[in-house]
């Protein structure tokens, strides 16, 4: 069912553990050089940069290939042909990829990705023109759910839940019945994966099926969140229980206490399985929950909220840090403060460079007051807020 | 065979020790797991809402709680941070530096960002500068440059390097509304300012790692620059050329330090570039669609071999 050999795959796990270890320095080099010889892979890999890079060269190449084919040949306004063309474009790219991969061996390489996902684009696209606009998230959902296990693209995951996500308004008007069936497809797909992960718990698989388990939580939780609805969030009036009246006031109330349950289940269910996607989503959607309850509770906000949830954030991070601090070797029931991997410290470079130049000098300011002197305008990329109009 | 069956193997050959051993099969396991990156998250996005909240509430209640209440407010604020990273701060050193504990980097980085408010606050009330904001910029870009070296604090450099590029008049939001001929003047200007200084700096061995930073806000801010002279209607010939430079210099840099962003930057920065002068009298729509269908295979053929021979890893 996968593309790749089991060997191969771990192999590669195998390889990317052993530079994390190095970089933290648990290896000497020429225990990693010995180590690294036999961990040897056929899978062609290649950095961030130039995946980034051909996958965008390579969509670029399929789709204006295909819109090509398709103005030429089928100019005129006939869905029918247009609809076979991008099936067989479909069924082309598909093919492409496998082909990339059997023949070039390629591995997260961006070229093979693209080919897979305009796959699954020219397959809705095909399947509204031939057949019904209702069945094409079926269709582009189970496609992405495929490619996400044939390839082990994570994003192909998330790209079938939001096909799932569209599936209940084609089947009923009723929000409530919409956000219902929305949570309960998730759930099932928790549940399955929740229970095909505890076999692959150590292997290379484990990454795949952690990331699909966060991003259900996620789904479950925006799901039954009233206040992240997209019915609410482009509602400006959506401040208070009454401003939402598409909902029942059981199922809104209903929903308020699931928002509070959630949370604590995601962050127990994560650091039980030492899992860190789950554990960054249990604590996403705290958050989240936190900063919608004023909203579902139809209280007012305050100018001084972000400062108590910042306070809050930080001082749960300290107190966090503490009292891992104080077991032995800074080590707590399992968990530590420190540093552990070479790939932390990327991160945290490259998190520091971009969030630093995209940090707000300065907040938008908007007065309570008629004083013209008082006006402050919003800062500009960092700068101090000095840059701002006053 | 799995990373366990591995490290046993090796521990049996004796390439690791049992110590090592037991060290990386239990983090293999998550056996301890880190929550150093989660805890460095809470930290930044508890910093950066406290400071909105901040400054939605000085905007909306400065007149009700009075100047001297906000202004002593944020003084406060900024002093304790300062003071709380001046004495724990380790003596300065050249070389990179790791922070004293968890929290150092983002209370500096709270005292750095409440200091852009106070001094926002203090000249729209007192007008000491009579509203030049130039000023105060290049102060800021100043102070966050000397904190930055000080500290060993990324936050607070790239703070600065916006800080600066703010008072070059990069304002961003500004930038396609007009005067582009003296915005791309001042990006160049700024671009070559920043990349001196980050090699002088670098020649003399202050803070090495800081490097990569400055070089790449430096090429983004330049290629910027040079698209916006190409896109042009008129006049874009040396526009054009100085890109295909930029774009030559920067691959070879990329290839020869083995940092694939910069390769990634001048395939897509000249693809953009020489794609638009080819393409900006063209309208067979068809014409177009084949150009994209040949360029790109050619720079996904290219691209292939980079990788092939360069870029296998990261």
Not at chain 1, 168 to 174: C, K
Not at chain 2, 59 to 65: A, E, G, P
Not at chain 2, 83 to 97: D, G, L, N, Q
Not at chain 2, 194 to 202: A, D, M, P, R, S
Request: hydrophobic share 50%; proline share 3%; aromatic share 16%.
């Amino acid at each position: 069912m996968r593309a790749y050999s089991v060997a191969a795959e771990e192999a590669l796990h195998a390889r990317n553990l052993l530079k994390d270890w190095l970089g933290e320095r648990f290896l000497t080099t020429s225990q990693w050089r010995s180590m690294e010889q036999e961990t040897v892979s056929d899978l062609r890999r290649t950095n961030i940069f130039l995946r980034l890079v051909l996958f965008l060269f390579a969509v670029i190449i399929v789709v204006s290939a295909a819109a090509l084919i398709v103005t030429v040949l089928f100019s005129g306004s006939d869905r029918l042909p247009g609809g076979i063309a991008l099936l067989v474009f479909a069924a082309a790219c598909y093919a492409g990829a496998e082909f990339a991969i059997s023949e070039y061996r390629l591995y997260h390489h961006g070229i093979e990705e693209a080919l897979a996902v305009c796959s699954v684009g020219f397959l809705c696209v095909g399947v509204t023109l031939l057949a019904d606009i209702r069945i094409a998230p079926l269709a582009g959902g189970i496609a992405s759910l495929w490619i996400w296990h044939r390839f082990g693209l994570a994003y192909a995951f998330l790209a079938a839940m939001i096909f799932a996500a569209w599936l209940p308004g084609y089947w009923t008007t009723s929000h409530t019945a919409q956000h219902l069936i929305v949570a309960a497809i998730y759930a099932a797909g928790l549940m399955t994966v929740a229970g095909l992960r505890s076999r692959y718990r150590f292997t290379y698989l484990n990454e795949e099926y952690s990331i699909a388990e966060a991003l259900l939580w996620l789904g479950i939780y925006l799901a039954i969140n009233l206040q992240l609805s997209p019915v609410n969030l482009f509602d400006h009036r959506s401040i208070s229980v009454y401003s939402t009246p598409e909902f029942p006031r059981a199922f809104y109330w209903f929903t308020w206490v699931l928002t509070w349950c959630v949370w604590p289940a995601v962050l127990w269910r994560g650091l039980r399985q030492k899992d860190h996607f789950v554990i960054a989503v249990g604590g996403t959607v705290a958050v989240l929950t936190l900063i919608t309850n004023k909203s579902y509770l139809g209280w007012p906000r305050h100018t001084w909220d972000p400062m108590l949830l910042g306070a809050l954030l930080a001082g749960v991070a300290v107190l966090v840090h503490r009292w891992l601090s104080q077991g032995p070797g800074g080590i707590l029931h399992g968990f530590t403060a420190r540093r552990l991997s070479g790939k932390d410290k990327h991160w945290m470079n490259a998190g520091s460079f971009a969030f630093g130049i995209a940090a707000p000098g300065s907040t938008p300011m908007n007065p309570q007051t008629n004083s013209s002197d008082v006006r402050f305008g919003g800062g500009e990329s960092g700068g101090g807020g000095a840059s701002s109009d006053f | 065979m799995s990373i366990l069956a591995r490290l046993e193997q090796w521990k049996a050959l004796g390439v690791i020790s049992a110590e090592q051993y037991t060290l990386l099969a239990g983090l293999s396991c998550g056996e301890p797991l880190s929550l150093f990156l989660e805890l460095n998250v809470l930290l930044y996005g508890g910093i950066l809402a406290f400071i909105g909240g901040l400054g939605w509430t000085v905007s909306t209640w400065s007149q009700q709680l009075g100047d001297v209440l906000v202004q002593a407010a944020l003084f406060v604020i900024f002093a304790i941070c300062f003071w709380y990273c001046f004495s724990r701060v380790a003596p300065w050193s050249p070389h990179e530096t790791p922070s004293p504990n968890l929290i150092f980097d983002y209370v500096l980085y709270l005292g750095c960002l409440t200091w852009s408010i106070e001094l926002a606050y203090f000249e729209m009330k007192s007008h000491l500068l009579s509203g030049q904001w130039d000023y105060y910029l290049l102060a800021t870009a100043c102070l966050f440059f000397c904190l930055a070296y000080r500290f060993d604090n990324r936050f607070v450099l790239s703070l600065a390097l916006s800080s600066l590029a703010g008072w070059f008049g990069l304002t961003i939001s500004h930038w396609p509304s007009h005067q582009d001929a003296a915005y791309r003047q001042y990006a160049i200007l700024y671009s070559f300012l920043i990349v001196i200084v980050g090699i002088i700096l670098q020649r003399f061995g202050f803070k090495r790692h800081f490097f990569g930073t400055y070089l790449n806000i430096a090429a983004n801010v330049l290629f910027w620059a040079l698209l916006s002279g190409v896109f042009q209607r008129w006049d874009y010939t040396l526009w054009l050329i100085a890109l295909l430079a930029l774009c030559g210099g920067s691959l070879a840099w990329g290839l020869s330090r083995r940092q694939f962003s910069f390769v990634a930057y001048a395939a897509v920065y000249g693809y953009v570039g020489i794609s638009w002068i080819l393409l900006r009298d063209v309208h067979d729509f068809h014409a177009v669609l084949g150009y994209f269908v040949v360029t790109g295979t050619l720079m996904v053929v290219t691209l292939v071999r980079v990788a092939h021979h360069f870029g296998r890893e990261t």
